[in-house]
């Protein structure tokens, strides 16, 4: 053992001054010492300065600079591969690899839970445009991973998930904290694959940040067993990826696309209807000059929103379930419909055979395995949406097409979202306008899942991509607030607003005190209406009122928010609603809001299952509100 | 309809899994899967064999094909193919029956790999139409057990080659 106190001069017999570590080397020398096994670290700077001067370079270097252990290969893979912020949870099986992460470069934020790092790792990349990386040790810690992987890969988010494993040699036993991860993720994963051999680790890992980033993004997941992350292995560099069923279409059929733009320009009545592919793709501007000048009205998904500017004329705001009456009329009575980066999910369909009864359909994406699937499909082009928009602009005409911008200018005029604006008691809808009106529509809103997600999707007005952060196709309840967290962390300088229900804020308000910890000014507004209230919805309307479970005691969310170290305001009264929102908005520290809303307001217009989405319900109460 | 799809695999843990998987949580039907090394061996075939519609059977092609380490997908439907079915069956054959029955197997160009006092063990290969075949005309003599490997198949390489 070597202090650095060791390497300072000493005065020896001769008269030439020599240095500790020059004393070493010599003695070394001289004792006929050459070769040394060891590892260099910085309090050992000196005497590897020396041993270097004395031309012992190649055996130092070859016997120890070259050689990584497993968790040092990890990190400086996920470093080269730009990972700048984590997310995850220690444990067990992965000490070595945290042990590594303890002074590695890397911004690291500890949920509460894994299931809340693996969504913030998620609002992280979808707030980013970049990977959201997540760790968790292996049993419980890979298990409570398995929400946010199947929320990710519903929603195709990029999401590179790291387990621990319990040591090769006893997997399969029952070890303690061992789960079968990789057969718990498959199905939840857009890949997964455990490294038993660490000649592997570095290009296992380069090839989950490439396949959870391309083509259709989506979460991947690598078990590391630990006995791995502390093996030794010579550094290898760029190791080559080898995929070779992997591939990626990028370029649409030129002649789809031709077929395409042809049907766009006879087409007298067409509908654009755009899903979240076009913000993975970063083709808004594209969609923008496509929808501009063919002149054709866009109607997004809930995964759209802010892929086309909703205060542009040419916007229809969201279709589907809940979506606006004036794009479901249009869907149903255009005669060629334009879809972009979107599913036919059954909420956006509503009863497949009556959708779009008149359309010839074009169906633009990147995963062939979407098209046709739900709906036939007349035109089908395979590809990334930013390049094929780019082609398609080329080809196509501008025309007025002056009867239908006027058929659908009036149902906007007839049906636009509405509620009772006269109200003392708090309206949600009336919050969430209030909160677009003093954020001048600039915010970054997460929600929970419900009522609460389709008002802030009808009222808010979203004009950017990134900007609307929601669980879409999985719908996971639980997932606004870690989702703010992970988006506030993207963007720092951002307002970040997780409008959020009382029972989606109850899944995961432990992970207030992650926003606190990290110094996170998130808003988060609950729209608390004691209810499950979507559930409570179709209760009331196909349940005959029967209210059955769909009630839970709520805690004081303002005292819960201050017991854990943030803001908490209530609110009671519509009068107080603008006052709360600019208090909130001038907090420093995260801010809890808890609006007292009308308990059994109802999201409208509504297609009911198995109905058509010109099926609508709730037209005569918005008509009799607006 | 039935498909024969035949699947170009890495050979790697976890592949199977990943097929299998697939088939039951988009809750296709699989008729048969067989899987077995290739020339390279870095690669497996899996031969599925799938009863659905165009649509289905569609679906199943791109969903296999989507699965990161399925290296080539092809549906063999309207190809000419030669597809096998590999069977060993065990029947209950008695001495007078013996001569009746190894005529059948000469027939079906079968092969009697295992001879008991009163039972024989046949090898039968062929597509899959002749050893449903073999096992009806065996029926009546009493079948102890069956074991089938399920469809294997490639495309012809050209027309002029015979039909099986």
């Known amino acids: ?626 | 309809m039935k498909h024969i799809i035949s699947a170009l695999v890495e050979n790697k843990p976890g592949v199977l899994a990943h097929v299998a998987g697939m088939f039951a949580a988009r809750a296709f039907n699989i008729d048969s899967l067989v899987v077995g090394r290739t020339e390279d061996p870095k690669l497996s075939r899996m031969t599925i064999v799938v009863v659905g519609d165009d649509r289905v059977v569609e679906q199943v092609r791109k969903q296999l094909a989507k699965i990161v380490p399925v290296v080539k997908v092809q549906d063999f439907a309207g190809e000419p193919v030669v597809a096998r079915d590999l069977m060993l069956i065990t029947i209950s054959a008695p001495p007078d029956k013996r001569p009746e029955i190894l005529s059948l197997i000469e027939m079906f160009r079968g092969r009697v790999v295992d001879i008991g006092t009163k039972q024989l063990m046949v090898e039968v290969s062929g597509p899959e139409s002749k050893i449903e075949a073999f096992i009806d005309v065996c029926r009546p003599y009493g079948i102890k057990n069956v074991a089938r490997t399920g469809t294997i198949a490639m495309p012809r390489q050209g027309p002029s080659e015979a039909k099986s």
């Open chain 1, 1 to 626: 053992m070597f202090s650095r106190r060791f390497f300072g001069r000493v005065r020896p017999e001769s008269i030439e001054y020599l240095t500790g570590a020059q004393i070493v080397v010599r003695t070394l020398l001289g004792l006929g010492v050459d070769t040394i096994f060891g590892y260099t670290g910085s309090a050992l700077l000196p005497l590897f300065d020396e041993i270097n001067s004395e031309n012992w370079r190649y055996i130092m270097a070859k016997k120890s600079d070259e050689k990584k252990a497993g968790a040092e290969i990890i990190v400086d893979t996920l470093i080269e591969q730009g990972v700048e912020t984590m997310f995850g949870y220690p444990g067990g099986v992965v000490l070595p690899l945290f042990d590594r992460l303890y002074d590695a470069p890397i911004e690291f934020i500890i949920p509460r839970h894994e299931q809340g790092g693996c969504h913030m790792a998620d609002a992280y990349a979808r707030a980013s445009g970049k990977v959201g990386v997540v760790v968790a040790t292996s049993g419980p810690g890979a298990c409570n991973l398995t929400t946010g992987l199947a929320t990710a890969l519903m929603d195709s988010v990029p999401v590179v998930a790291l387990t621990g494993q319990v040591r090769t040699e006893l997997i399969g036993n029952d070890a303690f904290q061992e789960a079968d991860t990789t057969g718990i993720t498959r199905p939840v994963t857009k890949y997964n694959c455990i490294v038993k051999d660490i000649k592997d680790l570095a290009r296992t890992i380069r090839e989950a940040f490439y396949i959870a980033s391309t083509s259709r993004p989506g979460p991947v997941l690598v078990d590391i067993p630990v006995d791995v992350q502390v093996a030794r292995y010579e550094s290898d560099g760029q190791v080559k990826m080898n995929l070779p069923g992997y591939r990626i279409r990028t370029k649409g059929h030129a002649r789809q696309i031709s077929a395409a733009a042809a049907a766009i320009n006879k087409s007298e009545k067409p509908v654009l209807y755009v899903g979240g592919g076009i913000i993975i793709a970063n083709a808004s501007e594209e969609l923008r000059a496509l929808a501009q000048k063919a002149h054709l009205p866009v109607t997004m998904t809930l995964l759209g929103l802010g892929s086309f500017d909703q205060n542009r004329p040419e916007s229809l705001d969201m279709l589907g379930m809940h979506g606006s009456a004036y794009a479901n009329y249009a869907v149903q009575e255009c005669d060629l419909l334009i879809a972009v980066g979107a599913r036919f999910d059954d909420r956006v369909t509503g009863k497949v055979k009556g959708f779009a009864p008149n359309a010839k359909i074009v169906h633009i994406d990147i995963d062939p395995t979407s098209i046709s699937k739900n709906v036939n499909v007349d035109i089908p082009v395979v590809g990334d949406a930013k390049y094929i928009l780019t082609e398609l602009v080329k080809e196509v005409e501008h025309r007025e097409r002056a009867p239908w911008f006027k058929k659908i200018a009036e149902w906007k005029k007839k049906f636009p979202f509405s509620y009772d604006k006269n109200a003392s008691v708090v309206k949600p809808q009336y919050v969430i306008e209030e909160l677009c009106r003093q954020t001048k529509g600039e915010a970054i809103v997460t929600t929970g899942v419900g009522q609460n997600q389709m008002w802030a999707a009808q009222f808010f007005r979203f004009s950017r991509p990134r900007q609307f952060i929601s669980s879409g196709g999985l719908g996971t309840m639980g997932y606004g607030l870690p989702a703010a967290i992970g988006a506030q962390v993207a963007r720092p300088d951002a307002t970040v607003i997780d409008i959020d229900g009382d029972h989606s804020f109850n899944m995961t308000m432990t992970e207030l005190s992650t926003a606190v910890e990290n110094k996170l000014p998130i808003k988060v507004c609950i729209l608390n209406n004691g209810y499950m209230g979507m559930v409570r919805q179709w209760q009331e309307l196909f349940y005959n009122k029967r209210y059955s479970k769909t009630y839970l005691a709520n805690p004081d969310y303002a005292k819960v928010a201050e017991a854990l170290g943030a803001v908490g305001i209530t609110v009671e009264k519509a009068a107080d609603v603008p006052g709360a929102i600019k208090k909130m908005l001038g907090q420093k520290r995260p801010c809890v809001v808890d609006f007292r809303v009308e308990r059994e307001e109802n999201v409208w217009p509504m297609v009911a299952a198995g109905k058509s989405l010109n099926e609508m319900d709730g037209l005569d109460i918005m008509e009799s509100m607006a």
